[in-house]
């Protein structure tokens, strides 16, 4: 078929289309620069997404269009994609199950970029070799910064953060939103789905407390002007969060940025921590994964 190419990745015949295709219009950056993006990425990439369900904003039409989020792969999966069957109660397709895809190795990823699935989204959670939700095992702090507070505010809280996770002997980790905001993460044991949220929505609610000016960690959107707002709920189960190293849509190819502190607290301007796909290959390059403290074994999380 015209516009088609037959390609072997790591052993696995597949064809990728519309290689030439712009999907970030303002940019000129196409779908044969996303797959070869998501190929390059991959090392450090796919521990992040090992055994986690993956949701996919996909953009065929490219990010000038309107995209979907997409979670049943079964529908257009290749046999050889690990898919699993996971509860959706309350789905908006009224499905009790789904079957997500599951991207462990190059191909699945080269196949997700394919599909334009430009976005990966995970949960805070694993499932095992047969399926079947594990615990919690991330903490994550999404920081959404409400006009005119932009990421310079939003790593000034992370500081803050960062001072209380290391004091409860966590090891927290820091990255781009590849959007306005950013998350601050850390690798946890829990003992109840429910003790991430908790714990999360507390530390939120005495920040507000101590920075009432500063910070929110309610959801009212029309208290969220000028605010940094400590979304703590991204750590309900039924909830994911933009993975490390994926892209997302917006005009230009930005990605979701792993930073090291010393980044953070040097932000000055939104600048100074937005990154696109080529700018985050080198800085691989530099630093290897500085996600990588969230592949271990973290504390038990207090109730």
């Known amino acids: 078929m015209a516009g088609e190419v037959l390609v072997d990745v790591d052993g696995q015949r597949m064809r990728l289309s519309n290689l030439d295709k712009v999907l970030y219009p303002e940019a000129g950056f196409t779908k044969g620069e996303v797959i070869n993006y998501y190929s390059r990425v991959a ?3 796919l521990p992040h997404l090992a055994d986690r369900p993956v949701t996919f904003r996909r953009f065929p039409d490219g990010v000038a269009k309107a995209g979907f989020f997409d979670k049943n792969a ?3 999966a290749p046999d050889w994609i690990r898919t699993v069957t996971i509860a959706t109660p309350g789905s908006s397709t009224g499905a009790e199950t789904l079957d997500f895809a599951v991207l462990g190795d190059l191909p699945s990823v080269v196949w997700a970029a394919n599909m334009a699935g430009l976005e990966l989204h995970v949960p805070q959670w694993t499932v095992g070799p047969r399926g079947g939700k594990r615990l919690p095992d991330r903490l994550v702090f999404d920081l ?4 005119p507070a932009t990421v310079v505010e939003c790593c000034a809280v992370a500081l803050r953060l960062r001072e209380v996770l290391v004091a409860a002997g966590m090891d927290p980790v820091a990255k781009t939103s590849g959007n306005k905001g950013m998350q601050v ?3 946890v ?6 003790t991430p949220s908790e714990f999360a929505k507390a530390l939120a609610e005495e920040f507000e407390r101590q920075t009432p ?3 929110l960690s309610r959801m009212a959107r029309n208290l969220r002007p000028g605010k940094v707002f400590i979304d703590w709920s991204q750590n309900n189960p039924q909830k994911t969060t933009v993975a490390p190293y994926s892209l997302r849509a917006r005009a230009q190819p930005t990605v979701s940025t792993p930073l090291t502190w010393d980044e953070v607290a040097a932000c000055g301007s939104p600048s100074d921590v937005r990154f696109t796909a080529d700018e985050v290959l080198d800085r691989v390059a530099e630093h290897g994964d500085l996600f990588a403290p969230l592949l271990g074994d973290g504390p038990k999380l207090p109730s």
Not at 144 to 147: I, L, S, T
Not at 189 to 194: F, K, Q
């Open 185 to 187: 993460c850390a690798a």
């Open 213 to 215: 000016g500063l910070v």
């Open 189 to 194: 044991r829990t003992a109840a789905e429910s």
């Open 43 to 45: 090392p450090v990439l």
């Open 144 to 147: 959404d910064p409400g006009e």
């Open 74 to 76: 079964s529908r257009h």
